[in-house]
């Protein structure tokens, strides 16, 4: 096949493509509504995300509450020494 029938081909093909295409319409609306599920898709996408994102928070939360709850209450019962607090000597302690 030499170069000029090979264009006319190749420009046959492109016609018939072209007008195929042409002859398929779309309409406004369905764009539109493709472009609201795609909108919807995205809203909902990034939801998750950030529900995600708020569960992690609570569950980091929960667990600083636990430690700080156990913080205070080995320091309060003398597991663990606290830096700068002095301990007051046996005579000083009153007996209830």
């Known amino acids: ?11 046959f ?3 018939i493509a072209d ?6 319409g779309v309409s406004k609306e369905e764009i539109s509504k ?3 599920i795609r909108g919807r898709v995205f809203v909902e996408l990034e939801t998750l ?3 995600a994102v708020v569960a ?10 636990e430690y700080k709850t156990t ?3 080995r320091a309060v019962t003398g597991n663990i ?3 700068g607090i002095v301990e007051p000597e046996p005579q000083d302690m009153e007996v209830a």
């Open 56 to 65: 992690l928070f609570e569950q980091q939360i929960t667990k600083l509450k």
């Open 34 to 36: 493709d472009d609201n």
């Open 19 to 24: 007008d195929c295409l042409r002859d398929m």
């Open 81 to 83: 020494k606290v830096p």
């Open 1 to 11: 096949m030499n170069h000029a029938v090979h264009n006319k081909l190749v420009y």
């Open 71 to 73: 913080l205070i209450n």
């Open 49 to 51: 995300k950030q529900d």
């Open 13 to 15: 093909i492109w016609s």
